[in-house]
């Protein structure tokens, strides 16, 4: 059965960092693209990033450009977004899930099912 857990979330100021992570079992992870997604309250949820199975090809949403990195290690079976320059705005649960399709526009009923995310709240 596939797990996905996410950590790494938290309380932080206008301006700050946060490394996220998710890790996956249950599956063949090298064999997964892996996905960040977000929901604010009140909202649909939304993409983040996308990285392919290799961790060569990445993509992002365009609110993420520039702030937001999607890595993963393949050893360890997790995957990461580090977030910079944290806005307010950036405040949602966010969710990792995985796909063994390349999305090109990724949607969160692409996906089947999610685990609990992990919550960012950003103060101004």
């Known amino acids: 059965q596939v797990q996905l857990v996410e950590s790494g979330g938290g309380l932080v100021q206008a301006g700050g960092s946060l490394r996220l992570s998710c890790r996956v079992s249950?599956?063949?992870?090298?064999?997964?693209?892996m996905y960040w997604f977000r929901q604010a309250p009140g909202k649909e949820r939304e993409f983040v990033a996308q990285?392919?199975?290799?961790?060569?090809?990445?993509k992002y949403a365009d609110f993420a450009k520039g702030r937001f990195t999607i890595s993963r290690d393949n050893t360890m079976n997790v995957v990461y977004l580090e977030m910079t320059g944290l806005k307010p705005d950036d405040t949602a649960v966010y969710y990792c899930?995985?796909?063994?399709?390349?999305?090109?526009?990724?949607?969160?009923?692409?996906?089947?099912?999610w685990g609990q995310g992990t919550q960012v709240t950003v103060s101004s």
């Open positions: 990285i392919l199975t290799t961790g060569l090809d990445t």
């Open positions: 249950g599956v063949t992870f090298t064999r997964r693209h």
């Open positions: 899930n995985l796909h063994t399709l390349y999305l090109a526009t990724p949607e969160s009923a692409d996906f089947r099912s």
